[in-house]
T-cell receptor, first 115, second 114 residues
Framework: DTAVSQTPKYLVTQMGNDKSIKCEQN?????MYWYKQDSKKFLKIMFS???????INETVPNRFSPKSPDKAHLNLHINSLELGDSAVYFC??????????????FGQGTRLTVV | AQTVTQSQPEMSVQEAETVTLSCTYD???????LFWYKQPPSRQMILVIR??????QNATENRFSVNFQKAAKSFSLKISDSQLGDTAMYFC???????????FGAGTRLTVKP
C-alpha cells in the first residue's frame, strides 16, 4: 500500500494548457509539500501545508496553485503551462512536531514535459 | 529560510572503499533534523540516515554514518564498503522543528566503480 501516491506519473502537454497533479498520503501526516526537481536535479520547495494551512510559498509564479481539500491530499494545478515548467514534481509528507522518527516520505514523482 | 550547501557536485569511489560526502547548513534554530536522502536513477527518494540536532551522538545505519558538528553546522555522510548499488544522487536536507520546513542541498552524484 503506497504511503504517498501522486498521479499521473508522466504528463506531456502543450504550452498554454492547464494541468493538475494529484497527491494523496495515507500516513496520517500533518504536513505536505510540493517540490520541483529541475534538469540539474536541484530539489526546490514550492509549497508546504500544515493541517491544510499554507505555510510556505516560495516565490512560485501565480500560475501554480496548490489546493488541500483535506489533510491527506495536496493537489497542484498549473495554468498556462510554459516550456520552463518542464521538470519532475515531487509530493511529500511528514509528521508535524518533534518526533524521534520523523522523516519526509516522497511520492514517485511526476515528470511533466511541456512541448 | 535555512540553506543547505553541498560543495561536491560529483564524486566517485572504488567498490569496497570508503567515501565521505560533505554538507553544511545555515540556520538560527537550535532544534532541527538533518537527513541524507538517496535518489537512484529510478528517481525514488530514499531515506539513508537521520540525525536529531539535540543528539550529540552521530547516527549510524549499517555502512552509513554521519559526522555531525553542530557548532560548525556541518553534517557529512560516510559510506563504508561502497557497493555498486550505492551509485545515486545523494541529497543533504534540513528540517525545521517549528513548521517542518524542509530544504535540500544541490546534491552530490556518487558513482561506485567496480
Amino acid at each position: 500500500d503506497t504511503a504517498v501516491s501522486q498521479t499521473p506519473k508522466y504528463l506531456v502537454t502543450q504550452m498554454g494548457n492547464d494541468k493538475s497533479i494529484k497527491c494523496e498520503q495515507n500516513l496520517g501526516h500533518d504536513t505536505m509539500y510540493w517540490y520541483k526537481q529541475d534538469s540539474k536535479k536541484f530539489l526546490k520547495i514550492m509549497f508546504s501545508y500544515n493541517n491544510k494551512e499554507l505555510i510556505i510559498n516560495e516565490t512560485v509564479p501565480n500560475r501554480f496553485s496548490p489546493k488541500s481539500p483535506d489533510k491527506a491530499h495536496l493537489n497542484l494545478h498549473i495554468n498556462s503551462l510554459e516550456l520552463g515548467d518542464s521538470a519532475v514534481y515531487f509530493c511529500a509528507s511528514s509528521q508535524l512536531g518533534a518526533n524521534l522518527n520523523t522523516e519526509a516520505f516522497f511520492g514517485q514523482g511526476t515528470r511533466l514535459t511541456v512541448v | 529560510a535555512q540553506t543547505v550547501t553541498q560543495s561536491q557536485p560529483e564524486m566517485s569511489v572504488q567498490e569496497a572503499e570508503t567515501v565521505t560526502l560533505s554538507c553544511t547548513y545555515d540556520t538560527s534554530e537550535s532544534n532541527y533534523y538533518l537527513f541524507w536522502y538517496k535518489q537512484p536513477p529510478s528517481r525514488q527518494m530514499i531515506l539513508v540516515i537521520r540525525q536529531e540536532a539535540y543528539k550529540q551522538q552521530n547516527a549510524t545505519e549499517n555502512r552509513f554514518s554521519v559526522n555531525f558538528q553542530k557548532a560548525a553546522k556541518s553534517f557529512s555522510l560516510k559510506i563504508s564498503d561502497s557497493q555498486l548499488g550505492d551509485t545515486a544522487m545523494y541529497f543533504c536536507a534540513f528540517m525545521s522543528y517549528n513548521n517542518n520546513d524542509m530544504r535540500f542541498g544541490a546534491g552530490t552524484r556518487l558513482t561506485v566503480k567496480p
